[in-house]
T-cell receptor
């Protein structure tokens, strides 16, 4: 299993739809997980941190399944502005660096 | 405003030339990182520094060098030994060098080798 793996998509959904992304990771000892958002040709920005079983922030819910070693991101009531690439991020063994997945691309249309 | 800055935004260089990318932060963060991103790829760790005057190689350090003489600054030099340097370079910082926390990124430098 790769260190972190995501379905690259693209996911094309209409406004108002609910969409979910999954991410698998290989290091069973990992304790901290993150979802970052990256807009086209921009730097990544933190969307959510996941330290326990899950986290919810408005329309966004992140869940962690340690037994199966996967993390999911659920977006409800999709907005046009949600169109971006979503990066699944897990701890690196080098200091406190992070390992970034290749990202899942979401395109929300009207 | 606190933040992390990178310059220049776009950089062109001829083959065989060394070039230095700037990264400055005024967030008083201990840890700083350099990543490289290629099209359709995830970010890959080049170098990282958890404290002033100390830095460590990441996953793809060959052909790169760094320094950390000041807490605020972590410049990256792309040397002529780097075989495929054209990429998007991202610098990041983190407040805590001992635990995994949010990393704040600069706007990036797009390097193109002609």
């Amino acid at each position: 299993r790769k260190e972190v793996e995501q379905d690259p998509g693209p996911f094309n959904v209409p406004e108002g739809a609910t969409v979910a992304f999954n991410c698998t990771y290989s290091n069973s000892a990992s304790q901290s997980f993150f979802w970052y958002r990256q807009d086209c040709r921009k730097e990544p920005k933190l969307l959510m941190s996941v330290y326990s079983s899950g986290n919810e922030d408005g329309r966004f819910t992140a869940q962690l399944n340690r037994a199966s070693q996967y993390i999911s991101l659920l977006i409800r009531d999709s907005k046009l502005s949600d169109s971006a690439t979503y990066l699944c991020v897990v701890p690196h063994q080098a200091g406190t660096a992070l390992i970034f997945g290749k990202g899942t691309t979401l395109s929300v249309s009207s | 405003d606190g933040g992390i800055t990178q310059s220049p935004k776009y950089l062109f260089r001829k083959e065989g030339q060394n070039v230095t990318l700037s990264c400055e932060q005024n967030l008083n963060h201990d840890a700083m990182y350099w990543y490289r991103q290629d099209p359709g790829q995830g970010l890959r760790l080049i170098y990282y520094s958890q404290i002033v005057n100390d830095f460590q190689k990441g996953d793809i350090a060959e052909g790169y060098s760094v320094s950390r003489e000041k807490k605020e600054s972590f410049p990256l030099t792309v040397t002529s030994a780097q075989k495929n340097p054209t990429a998007f370079y991202l610098c990041a910082s983190c407040i805590d060098r001992n635990s995994y926390n949010e990393q704040f990124f600069g706007p990036g430098t797009r390097l193109t080798v002609l």
